[in-house]
Structures are given as C-alpha cells and as structure tokens.
C-alpha cells in the first residue's frame, strides 16, 4: 500500500515580501545543497513556520514524498523531540 503524504497547512492568504529570506532558504533545500539539517530562528510570530512552509511549496517537485511537519511548540523535554518527529514521519 503506498505511503499517504500528509497534508500540510494551507494558507489562504499570499506570502509578501522576505523575498532575500526565502531565497536564502529555498537554496539550503535543494538537494544540491546536501543539508541534512536547516533550523530557522528567531522570535515566536516572526513567521518562521510561514516561511518554511513557503520555501517547502516551491520546492515540492525535488520532495514530494518527504516533506512532513513537526511541531515543536508543545514540547516540554528534550526526549519527547524524537517522540514528536516518529509520530509526524
């Protein structure tokens, strides 16, 4: 039986401006790139999930069978991480 993606959040508004941003991200992503890992950071409702799920949109076609997201913002303990990834992958 084949793997059913989940969903991930969808917008209803666009996505304006943070351009340099999004560039910057969508370039750590690529395959070529050979990141294993990219964290963005910065204050809570900066817009951090937004833009990686703007990045993750555009660049669907080199990922379509393995893009999930894990939210992170429950976590109270360092182990329960892996807990929360196993359960979105």
Known sequence: MPHKQPELPQYVTSFVGREQE???LTALLVPEARNRLVTITGMGG?????LALHAVSLLHP???DCICL??????QQPL???RAVARAI
């Open 46 to 50: 900066s817009g951090k999930t937004r």
């Open 22 to 24: 999004l560039a910057r």
């Open 80 to 82: 329960q991480v892996a």
């Open 62 to 64: 080199h990922f379509a």
């Open 70 to 75: 894990v939210e992170l913002a429950s976590i």
